[in-house]
């Protein structure tokens, strides 16, 4: 019996003095970085720390990618220096940051990216029309379009697999590439609640891969060789492939800073905002599978490592 | 002497741990409800209107209506609508579609003609209209199926505030109306929720208003403006949208569905738990109609027919797999049998049908030849004699339903069922019944056997010595005692099945649709937690209802084991007294 209640103590003890160095990390603020935020830039984030820190071996980078909606909560709060999105904040996320710290957040267009189509390489399938689109994905009626699309012989006569039904698949509705999907693909209007949601990109292609008779629409970084990217339609009747300039689908992915770059200076941020626009950093950026966004005003990486120094 | 003290210290010592360890667990469970309670509760709490401090002096009203916030009934109006396509109106006229490419005009006759006030009410996706009695609607629009035509309006609500209308402006992003009317009252018409309106007395008449962001109005009257502070939840305090059906913004009809779209400025938020609720029920419907019949055969055998020393071995066993995680059972399901969902379809067919019979038959044939396997009147059977009958019999009746299937006309099941329209989900709610039924087979089978062999052994004795055959003295002397257990055990089964959550994640497809095939998925109640939880943003409508949904599902779990543990109780006392 005593040595139960010696065992239990100890573990009171251990469990407290665990609880103790989880919530009190010994951390030099200026030294760690906490970036929250988008799923679809877990990859490029993740490179971009691996090679940094090689580079600024003093300064611990932590990278919690569980979507695009859980960065500015984050920043609000002050529990991460940077948050990224594959969505600009809206209005609601922007007012509320501000209520709750006084400051306006700063915002860095980090890349480009697009959301692509995807299926089974099995598939005979080539393209889909915007309004094809809109009918599979879309609640009935969605961009003024009439009737769904269910089966593959709807959506192309010609299509072998005849009847057989189209396994819609997409992401949850906290993702950004959701967000973003819904307002290019289908006009604002309502994603079908028939989609199949898988939890992350990845899961999304993985199953896609194993599965011959699915369409999802996912973020073209997911993409890999197991899957077939499928190219689009667009109004004018020209084909259009997700490489080409003129996708349709093309969107900016965002990352957030909570202070202005001028109080960032010398910080953390600061060192890794100069490290992912130097020559190495958009390097590994192209590498996987982004573009460098166009020259329109907004304050892209260059701009925003320039304003630290 | 020191020892005796030392005994009775320590005695003291670990009832008091006990007795804290006990209270720690009560106090662990009231404190997850209360907090649960007071986390979900502001879904509940109606919208309010308070004036803020901050008001603007010298601001003249007339700027406001040259800015065009207020809207001049006797000018005209123009909403935009989807594609090319705007809304245009004139007091005392018919309202007109109007395209802006090619110059279409198409008259409205579902609006009313005279009015005083007109104002969209979110972006592109509705207009309220008021009159000078007081009278509010708020219709929204539809986009056209046809391409190129004009688009249509649907009345959602009316509202009777029983006031003349000065001025009114529609929210930016709810189907809400501020409005202002004489004799000086400003009152927030909430189409979501027509029997709360609040109202404020202002000062003076009041010329115009607008909405300066989701949450402050801005009121002009004379000279002065002022604001107010507007605080609303999605469903504004009208608890019956999350169950009951609602006509959304955009939809023809009322329906139920649930899209919570956290993040968009657009599109009204859906919150209809109902499509959850059904696909929980569903799910553990279909796990209980798979699982509890194997489960309760099983307790059966093993509680009353086997011999002591042998459910010795086999029990353990069983109850062990109580304990195998589902996430491996999930993937056990989305790797081997999704793919193969169609064979495993109709092989189960085959089974179900052909099993019984071929099995029944087997046993008599062999008896027929002299091969007395079953002694069916004995207790104490090894059911290891029967493994090469039944293996034998099952690969038969699995064999025979893939055959039969790939002899269908269309040359496979699915190519049947698709011939007379039934196509199959991939992740479809059998596939979840299926796994979800295996689950909660181990649950099911040790409540069940533990009431069945609590019965005592003298009464089942005394039958069989009085000359009862083993089945007869289960059927009329065990059962009837054990029955209540087994109910308390498939209730159980049916809690586990209502809560659990890594199978429903990877094969229910969570889909938010409510159809009673079983070729389609669903979407639980404990999948969309643990989808949208950790993403809602804290504070928002999406996470107080998320909340209230947990809160359901642990009412349910607890309400049907809670009534699953008394039935077991008043059995207990029953088999002791008798």
């Known amino acids: ?309 | 002497m020191l020892a005796a003290k030392n005994r009775n210290l320590r005695s003291i010592l670990a009832g008091l741990i006990v007795r804290l360890a006990g209270l720690a667990v009560i106090c662990a469970l009231i404190g997850m409800f209360v907090q649960m309670v007071s986390v979900a509760y502001p879904i509940l709490a109606p919208s309010t209107l308070a004036p803020l401090t901050s008001s603007l002096d010298d601001f003249r009203s007339g700027q406001l209506l040259e800015e065009g916030y207020a809207l001049d009934a006797t000018r005209g109006v123009s909403f935009s609508v989807a594609g090319d396509w705007s809304l245009e109106g004139k007091s005392g006229e018919p309202w007109f579609w109007v395209n802006s490419l090619t110059g279409f005009r198409i008259e409205n006759t579902d609006l009313p003609t005279r009015w005083t006030a007109a104002s969209a009410v979110g972006i592109n996706r509705g207009v309220a209209i008021a009159n000078a009695d007081g009278l509010i609607s708020h219709h929204h629009f539809l986009a056209s199926t046809l391409p190129g035509d004009a688009p249509s309006s649907a009345r959602a609500e009316q509202i009777d505030i029983s006031l003349s209308v000065v001025s009114m402006a529609g929210h930016p992003r709810l189907a809400v109306a501020a409005v202002v009317s004489s004799p000086s009252t400003l009152t927030i018409v909430d189409f979501r929720n027509p029997q709360a309106q609040l109202t404020y007395p202002l000062a003076d008449d009041a010329s115009g208003l607008y909405w300066e962001s989701p949450t402050k109005l801005r009121v002009f009257a004379g000279s002065i403006a002022e604001d107010f502070q507007f605080t609303t939840t999605d469903i504004g305090g009208a608890w019956s949208r999350l169950i009951n059906p609602v006509h959304y913004e955009g939809y023809s009809a009322p329906n139920y569905l649930w899209l919570p779209l956290p993040a968009s400025e657009e599109a009204e938020p859906k919150y209809s738990i109902a499509p959850l609720l059904f696909g929980t029920l569903k799910a553990a419907s279909l796990a209980l109609l798979i699982g509890a019949p194997v489960s309760l055969g099983a307790a059966i055998y093993v509680g009353f027919f086997m011999s002591q020393a042998q459910r010795g071995r086999i029990r353990p066993a069983i109850d062990m797999l109580t304990a195998f995680p589902t996430v491996v059972l999930g993937a056990i399901g989305l790797f081997w049998i999704a793919p193969v969902f169609e064979t495993v379809l109709a092989a189960l067919l085959g089974v179900v049908i052909l099993f019984p019979v071929l099995i029944t038959l087997g046993v008599f044939a062999m008896r027929g030849v002299g091969l007395r396997i079953v002694r069916l009147d004995a207790l104490d059977d090894w059911p290891l004699k029967l493994i090469p009958l039944v293996s034998v019999v099952l690969a038969t009746s699995a064999w025979a339903g893939m055959s039969v299937a790939a002899s269908l006309p269309g040359g496979s099941l699915n190519a049947y069922l698709q011939q007379h329209g039934i196509t199959i989900a991939y992740f479809n709610s059998l596939l979840v019944g299926l796994i979800l039924g295996l689950a909660i087979t181990p649950t099911i089978f040790s409540v069940a056997e533990e009431a069945i062999h609590s019965v005592p052994k003298n009464l089942a004795a005394g039958a069989l010595a009085l000359g009862s055959t083993p089945w007869q003295s289960y059927r009329d002397i065990v059962l009837p005692l054990a029955l209540p257990g087994m109910i308390a055990a498939v209730m159980i089964g049916f809690g586990r099945a209502a809560g659990e959550t890594m199978i429903l994640l990877m094969l229910s497809g969570n889909t938010g649709i409510i159809d009673m095939s079983v070729f389609e998925g669903l979407r639980s109640v404990s999948a969309s937690l643990a989808l949208e939880l950790p993403e809602a943003p804290k504070n928002s409508s999406h996470y107080y209802v998320l909340f209230v949904m947990g809160l359901m599902l642990f009412g349910v779990t607890f309400v049907v084991n809670t009534l699953a543990e008394l039935i077991k109780d008043s059995v207990r006392a029953k088999t002791r007294g008798g």
């Open chain 1, 1 to 309: 019996m005593f040595l139960l209640v010696r065992f239990l103590l100890a573990c009171i003890v251990a469990t407290f003095c665990v609880g103790q160095a989880i919530a009190n990390p010994e951390r030099d603020p200026n030294n760690t970085l906490i970036i929250v935020g988008s799923d679809t830039l877990s990859g490029l984030m993740t490179a971009w720390t691996q090679e940094f820190y090689s580079q600024n071996p003093a300064i611990s980078v932590e990278i919690q990618a569980v979507g695009s909606a859980a960065a500015p909560p984050a920043l609000q709060q002050g529990t991460a220096n940077m948050g990224t999105m594959s969505r600009a904040m809206n209005s609601d996320e922007v007012s509320a940051f501000i209520a709750e710290t006084g400051r306006q957040p700063t915002e860095i267009v980090l890349a480009e990216d697009a959301v692509v189509f995807i299926t089974h390489p099995s598939n005979p399938i080539e393209h889909l029309t915007e309004n094809a689109i809109a009918r599979i994905f879309g609640m009935p009626g969605t961009c003024g379009t009439n009737g769904r699309i269910t089966s593959w012989q709807e959506l192309s006569a010609a299509h072998p697999w005849g009847k057989t039904r189209i396994q819609v698949i997409g992401r949850t509705a906290t993702s950004g590439t959701y967000q973003y999907f819904r307002k290019s693909a289908l006009c604002g209007g309502d994603p079908g609640v028939f989609i199949n949601e898988i939890p992350g990109g990845g899961g999304v292609s993985n199953t896609v891969a194993r599965l011959p008779s699915s369409l999802a629409y996912s973020a073209s970084t997911h993409a890999n060789g197991d899957i077939k990217v499928l190219s689009v339609m667009d109004g004018a009747g020209e084909i259009v492939s997700p490489e080409a300039y003129d996708y349709p689908f093309k969107r900016r992915l965002y990352l957030y800073l909570a202070t202005s770059l001028e109080d960032a200076r010398g910080t953390a941020e600061c060192a890794f905002l100069e490290f992912i626009a130097s020559e190495a950093g958009v390097d590994i950026l192209l590498r996987s599978g982004f573009d460098l966004p166009d020259e329109d005003g907004s304050l892209t990486l260059v701009g925003a490592a320039n304003a630290c120094r």
